[in-house]
C-alpha cells in the first residue's frame, strides 16, 4: 500500500501520496528513454499538423527557422545532431513564444558522391540517395527534430529540378547565363569543372589532396558579376550575420577602383593591358610583367626557343606552388623576354618581363612595376638588380637623396637610397613628384585626373575590376540537373537554343552506365541527346553537361514556402509573407560557396518579379566545428560518432542535450560520451523530483508558505536567463547550467517539501516552469514530466513561462570589498542600497576596520552593485 501522510501546507490540507511501486504511479520507476521517446514520436508521427506552420492570417508573427539541408550521405553524425539541435531549440522556443514557425527540412540530394557510390556498389545514383534519404529522415524524427515533413524538398526530384531549369530559361532570356570558352577549374579526381569559389588551396573543395588543374573548355556561366556591386553594398546592412562571413564575402568579392592603361609592345603591333589601383604612380613604373600564360608571353616564346624553355619552368614553379597550396608566398621568378613596352603617360621604353608570381587568370594577367611604390615589385627589383623610381612623396616633404630625383638607379647599385625608406605606399596624405603635369598633384586626386586623361587620349579607361568571376555551372557529370539547351546545325550552328518550358522538366534518364572519362555519361544515351529543335523542329541535340549541385541549393529554401507548387516555384504571396528567413543556422565554410549564390539567386528572383526581398536571410548563425581525437568529426578521419549509439545507451534526449550544453554554439566541442552519461543523469534527477511531487504540483490552492518565495526568486532568475539567452548571443550551456543551478535548489529543499514547507501553488509554479524551460531542450523528456504534472495541450505549444522581474530581484546585494585594490571582504546590503548605504557597510565591516586602522583613506571607489574600493596610505 502507498504510503499517504497528512500535512498542513500554507494553511491548507494536501494530500501527498508517495508511490512505492511503478505499478501504482503508471510511470517507469527509474527514468527510461527507451520507453518515453518511441511513446512521444508516435503520437507526434501521427499529429501530421503538429510542425506545420499555421496560415498566413493567423495574426500571429511569423518565424522562419532554418538550418542548411544535408547532403544525404546515408547517416547523420554527430556534427549534424549539434547544428540541428541549435535550430530545433530556438524552433520549439519561439512556438512557445506564440509565433507562427516555419521550421523544414530537405535534401541537398545531387551529386557526386552518388555517382561514386555508384561505381563503388553499383547502386543507381537515385536508388542510392533515395535510401539514404530514408534512412536519415528516420534518424531525425528519432532523435525529436521538430519538423515539417510535409514541405520537404528532394532536389533530385523532377519537381524540383524542374524549376531549376526554369529558372535557367529565365536567366538565359535576360542574359545571365551565357556559354563562352575559357579557361576553367578541371579536378582530375571529380572528372568535372569547379567554380572558382570550389578551389580552396588551389584544391578540390571536396578532395583536400587533389590539385586542380586549368584547362580550356566551353562551358555555362552565370552573370553573378552583374550582381557584385550590389553583393558588396548588401553586405552593410546584414548586421544580423558574423563578421567573420561578412569579411569574406567582401575579400571574395573583390572590388578594385582603379584603371585599366595600354603599353604599346615597341616595334610591334601587340598591346599589354595592364589594370592598376595606383594609376598616379605611372611615371614610376620601370618595367611590364606578364603571366608565362599571357598571349604576348606566348607569342614572345613561338620567336624564341630558349625564352620558351624559360617561360615554360616560370609555368611550372607556378603548378608546383599552386599544389603546395604556396602561390601567395612563392619565391618570385622572372625573365627578361629581350622586348620592350612604351609608357603611354611618358613615351618611355620599359623592359617586358615574365614571371612566375603574375598570374594569367587575375586581372589582365600583366603588371606595370612600380618598385618604388610596391612591396612585391620592390623584393622582385631587388632581386634582379631593376632600377627605381620614386614618384610618391609625403605632402610637404622635401626632395633629397632618400626620396629620389626622378632618375632611373639600379635597386642594388644606388647608394642613395635607402632600402627601409622604400617601398613608399602613402596615398592619402602623399602627392606626385617627377610626374608631368600632375607634379604636386594629392594622390587620390590625381588618380581620377590621370584616369580621365588616359581615356581621352585612348590609351586606357577609368575601372574597376573584382575578384568576383562569373559562376561557371557546368558539369561533366551524370547526377545533376539538366540544362534544358540543345543545339541545332541548320538553325543556330554556332549559339545554342533554349527548350520550350511547355517540355519542362527535362528528365534525367535513369538506367545510365556511368563512368568518369570521356565526358558527361550523359552524351552515351542517344535517347536523351536526340531532341527536336524548337526552332525548326528538325533534329538537334540535347546539352550534356549537368549543373553544378549549388544551383540546387541557392533557391530551396523558397520552395519550403510552397513544396507542392506544379504550377510555379513558389507562389510569390506565401514567399513574401516568410521572407527574409528570421533565423539560418549552418557552417561557416560555405561564406563564399552556398552563402554567396543564394545572395545572387535571391536578387536576380527579385528583378524577375518573385519575391520583394533583397536578401535570403536577416540573421546568420555559424556553428562550431564538434572535435573527436583532436580532429574535426567526418567520415575521412574515422572519428564518426553515431547518434543511434548514443540513442541506445542515453536516449535522444540527453543526446542532443549534450550537444548544447557542452560549449557554447558558435565555438568548437570537443565530444566526450562521458557528458552524454552526465546529462541522462541530471535527467534522471529531474524525473525523480517531478514524478514524486507531481501529487503536489496538481493540487490546488495559492497561500503562500514561508519558504516559497526563496525557491521563487530561483526559479524566475532561471527563467529570465534561459529567457535572454534565446534572445541573445544563444549561450545555451549557460542556460541548461542555470536550469541545472534551479534543480540542485529544489533538491536541496527537498526534505522541506516533503514537510509541506511549501505551498502546492509554488511546488506547481516551480515544476510546471521548470518542465517548460526543458522542453526546447529535451522534448520527449519534457512531453513526459509534462503529462505527469497534468498540463494541458502540448507541451512546446505551451506559453513559454513569464518573468516575474520583481520576484526575481534579490533581497541583498553582496559586494566585493578591496582595500588598495585587494579583496578583503564581501558584504551584504540590502538590494535596493544607495551609494551612502553601500559605502558606511564597507567601512563599518570588521575586516576592513582591521585592514586600515591607522591609515589615511584617500578616496572610497564605489561601483554600483559591483564593488567597494577603498585607496588608502
Known amino acids: 500500500m502507498p504510503e499517504t501522510r497528512m500535512s498542513e501546507i500554507g494553511g491548507e490540507t494536501a494530500n501527498i501520496v508517495e508511490s512505492s511501486t511503478a505499478a501504482e504511479s503508471n510511470q517507469p520507476q527509474r527514468y527510461s528513454p527507451a520507453e518515453i521517446e518511441p511513446k512521444w514520436q508516435a503520437v507526434w508521427d501521427a499529429d501530421k499538423t503538429l510542425y506545420a506552420a499555421d496560415a498566413h492570417d493567423s495574426g500571429k508573427p511569423k518565424y522562419y527557422c532554418l538550418e542548411m539541408l544535408p547532403y544525404p550521405s546515408g547517416a547523420l553524425h554527430i556534427g549534424h545532431v549539434r547544428n540541428y539541435a541549435i535550430g530545433d531549440a530556438l524552433a520549439r522556443h519561439m512556438w512557445m513564444r506564440g509565433y507562427n514557425v516555419l521550421h523544414p527540412m530537405g535534401w541537398d540530394a545531387f551529386g557526386l558522391p552518388a555517382e561514386n557510390a555508384a561505381l563503388k556498389n553499383g547502386v543507381p545514383p537515385r536508388e542510392w540517395t533515395l535510401s539514404n534519404i530514408a534512412a536519415m529522415r528516420k534518424q531525425m524524427q528519432r532523435m525529436g527534430y521538430g519538423y515539417d515533413w510535409s514541405t520537404e524538398v528532394t532536389t533530385c526530384l523532377p519537381d524540383y529540378y524542374r524549376w531549376n531549369q526554369w529558372f535557367f530559361l529565365k536567366m538565359f532570356e535576360k542574359g545571365l547565363a551565357y556559354r563562352k570558352k575559357s579557361k576553367v577549374n578541371w579536378c582530375p579526381e571529380c572528372c568535372t569543372v569547379l567554380a572558382n569559389e570550389q ?239 600632375w607634379t604636386g598633384e594629392n594622390c587620390l586626386e590625381a588618380q581620377e585626373k590621370m584616369a580621365a586623361f588616359a581615356k581621352a587620349k585612348g590609351f586606357g579607361t577609368p575601372t574597376v575590376t573584382y575578384r568576383l568571376k562569373d559562376w561557371g555551372v557546368s558539369r561533366q557529370r551524370y547526377w545533376g540537373t539538366p540544362i534544358p539547351m540543345v543545339y541545332c546545325d541548320k538553325c ?203 501529487s503536489v504540483a496538481r493540487a490546488k490552492g495559492s497561500n503562500a508558505a514561508p519558504k516559497d518565495q526563496a525557491l521563487l526568486r530561483r526559479l524566475h532568475q532561471t527563467i529570465a536567463k534561459v529567457t535572454h539567452d534565446f534572445d541573445g548571443r544563444w549561450h545555451f550551456n549557460t542556460s541548461i547550467s542555470s536550469i541545472m543551478i534551479l534543480v540542485n535548489e529544489i533538491t536541496a529543499n527537498e526534505a522541506a517539501m516533503d514537510a509541506g514547507e511549501f505551498s502546492p501553488g509554488a511546488v506547481a509554479e516551480v515544476f510546471r516552469s521548470l518542465i517548460l524551460l526543458l522542453a526546447p531542450f529535451a522534448p520527449f523528456f519534457a512531453a513526459e514530466m509534462w503529462e505527469e504534472l497534468g498540463g494541458e495541450g502540448v507541451v512546446f505549444r505551451t506559453q513559454w513561462p513569464l518573468v516575474n522581474e520583481e520576484l526575481a530581484r534579490e533581497d541583498e546585494a553582496e559586494i566585493p570589498v578591496q582595500v588598495n585594490g585587494k579583496l578583503v571582504t564581501v558584504v551584504k546590503v540590502p538590494a535596493d542600497s544607495d551609494e551612502a548605504a553601500v559605502k558606511a557597510a564597507a567601512l563599518a565591516d570588521p575586516k576592513v576596520i582591521a585592514r586600515i586602522e591607522g591609515k589615511t583613506i584617500v578616496k572610497v571607489i564605489v561601483v554600483p552593485g559591483k564593488l567597494v574600493n577603498l585607496v588608502v596610505k
Open 199 to 437: 578551389v580552396i588551396g588551389g584544391r578540390c573543395w571536396r578532395h583536400e589532396d587533389t590539385v586542380v588543374e586549368l584547362r580550356d573548355l566551353t562551358q555555362w556561366f552565370l552573370r553573378i558579376t552583374k550582381y557584385a556591386d550590389e553583393l558588396l553594398d548588401g553586405l552593410d546592412k546584414l548586421e544580423g550575420w558574423p563578421e567573420k562571413v561578412r569579411t569574406m564575402q567582401r575579400n571574395w568579392i573583390g572590388r578594385s577602383e582603379g584603371a585599366h592603361v595600354d603599353f604599346a609592345v615597341a616595334d610591334g603591333d601587340a598591346k599589354i593591358t595592364v589594370f592598376t589601383t595606383r594609376v598616379d604612380t605611372i611615371f614610376g613604373a620601370t618595367s611590364v610583367q606578364l603571366a608565362p600564360e599571357h598571349a604576348v608571353s606566348k607569342a614572345f616564346a613561338l620567336e624564341d626557343d630558349a625564352l620558351r624553355v624559360q617561360i615554360e619552368e616560370l609555368l611550372e614553379q607556378q603548378k608546383v606552388a599552386r599544389e603546395s597550396d604556396a602561390l601567395g608566398a612563392i619565391e618570385k621568378h622572372g625573365v627578361f623576354t629581350g622586348r620592350f613596352a612604351v609608357n603611354p603617360f611618358n613615351g618611355e621604353r620599359v623592359p617586358i618581363w615574365v614571371a612566375n608570381y603574375i598570374l594569367a587568370d587575375y586581372g589582365t594577367g600583366a603588371i606595370m612595376s612600380v618598385p618604388a611604390h610596391d612591396e612585391r615589385d620592390f623584393e622582385f627589383a631587388q632581386k634582379y638588380g631593376l632600377p627605381l623610381r620614386r614618384v610618391i612623396a609625403p605632402a610637404g616633404g622635401r626632395k633629397d637623396q632618400n626620396q629620389n630625383t626622378g632618375i632611373l638607379r639600379s635597386a642594388q647599385d644606388d647608394d642613395s637610397i635607402v632600402v627601409g625608406e622604400l617601398p613608399y605606399l602613402a596615398e592619402d596624405e602623399a602627392v606626385l613628384i617627377d610626374s608631368g603635369e
Open 492 to 694: 543556330s550552328p554556332e549559339e545554342p537554343l533554349p527548350v520550350a518550358e511547355s517540355e519542362l522538366p527535362i528528365l534525367l534518364p535513369e538506367q545510365v552506365d556511368i563512368t568518369q572519362t570521356n565526358g558527361s555519361p550523359l552524351g552515351r544515351i542517344p535517347e536523351f541527346v536526340n531532341a527536336k529543335c524548337p526552332k525548326c523542329g528538325g533534329a538537334a541535340r540535347r546539352e550534356t553537361d549537368t549543373m553544378d549541385t549549388f544551383v540546387d541549393s541557392s533557391w530551396y529554401f523558397y520552395r519550403y514556402a510552397d513544396a507542392k507548387n506544379s504550377n510555379a516555384p513558389f507562389d510569390t504571396d506565401k514567399a513574401n509573407y516568410w521572407f527574409p528567413i528570421d533565423q539560418y543556422i549552418g557552417g561557416v565554410e560555405h561564406a563564399i560557396l552556398h552563402l554567396i549564390y543564394s545572395r545572387f539567386w535571391t536578387k536576380v528572383m527579385r528583378d524577375l518579379g518573385l519575391v520583394k526581398n533583397d536578401e535570403p536571410a536577416a540573421r546568420l548563425f555559424t556553428q562550431g566545428m564538434v572535435i573527436k581525437d583532436g580532429a574535426k568529426m567526418s567520415k575521412s578521419k574515422g572519428n564518426v560518432v553515431s547518434p543511434d549509439d548514443m540513442i541506445s545507451r542515453y536516449g535522444a534526449d540527453a543526446t542532443r542535450m549534450y550537444a548544447l550544453f557542452a560549449a557554447p554554439p558558435d565555438r568548437d566541442l570537443e565530444w566526450q560520451e562521458e557528458g552524454v552519461a552526465g546529462i541522462s543523469r541530471f535527467l534522471s534527477k529531474v524525473y525523480r523530483l517531478t514524478t514524486k511531487f507531481s
